[in-house]
T-cell receptor
């Protein structure tokens, strides 16, 4: 298996622009997670899905952030409009359900820089 | 609220020495405790997952123990190698919050040749 796939690996954009991050989970995994990692705050869970349904989005910082999972093999995290404080590494992870009970496998991350 | 703490934040040892990494958690009602490794600029790699009913889990040179009553887990790495240099994170799912993983801040390890 190719593991969790994320794209792009690096994104540099200007403040106010829309940013879309993409994730393909491991085939057969039915839980998907979006995390953000910064030096100041460490690793934070933004949102997670079970069977394509958002279960907990309490970690999403603002309404500027939204996530979708239209099918079992694809998810997006969108930031609109982006701000410099959104600069971070965004990770997608997947696991078998139920969430937290099984090993999570992480993608390589997307390094986002908002100028 | 479950808090997960890792001390020290950084550790430097000579090659061949055994590594001992500590993880503390405040809520003992956990399903499991997971250890991850993160190399610079990379994602997290799952190392070991200890179920709440287990006391330890082993994989090669790695051994992780779990003591729920004291809220502690320890990751031992035997005969460290320069390739073991990385950041090690522990995480535990919060039962009361839908099993979301809460991560410690990590311990950055440097193994000197």
């Amino acid at each position: 298996d190719a593991g969790v796939i994320q794209s792009p690996r690096h994104e540099v954009t200007e403040m106010g622009q829309e940013v879309t991050l993409r994730c393909k989970p491991i085939s057969g995994h039915n839980s998907l997670f979006w995390y953000r990692q910064t030096m100041m705050r460490g690793l934070e869970l933004l949102i997670y899905f079970n069977n394509n349904v958002p279960i907990d989005d309490s970690g999403m910082p603002e309404d500027r952030f939204s996530a979708k999972m239209p099918n079992a093999s694809f998810s997006t995290l969108k930031i609109q409009p982006s701000e410099p404080r959104d600069s971070a590494v965004y990770f997608c992870a997947s696991s078998l359900a139920p969430a937290g009970r099984n090993e999570q496998f992480f993608g390589p991350g997307t390094r986002l820089t908002v100028l | 609220k479950q808090e997960v703490t890792q001390i020290p934040a950084a550790l430097s040892v000579p090659e061949g020495e055994n590594l001992v990494l500590n993880c503390s958690f405040t809520d003992s009602a956990i399903y499991n405790l997971q250890w991850f490794r993160q190399d610079p600029g990379k994602g997290l790699t799952s190392l070991l997952l200890i179920q709440s009913s287990q006391r330890e889990q082993t994989s090669g040179r790695l051994n992780a123990s779990l003591d729920k009553s004291s809220g502690r887990s320890t990751l031992y790495i035997a005969a460290s190698q320069p390739g073991d240099s990385a950041t090690y994170l522990c995480a535990s799912p919060i039962k009361a919050a839908g099993n979301k993983l809460t991560f410690g801040g990590g311990t950055r390890v440097l193994v000197k040749p």
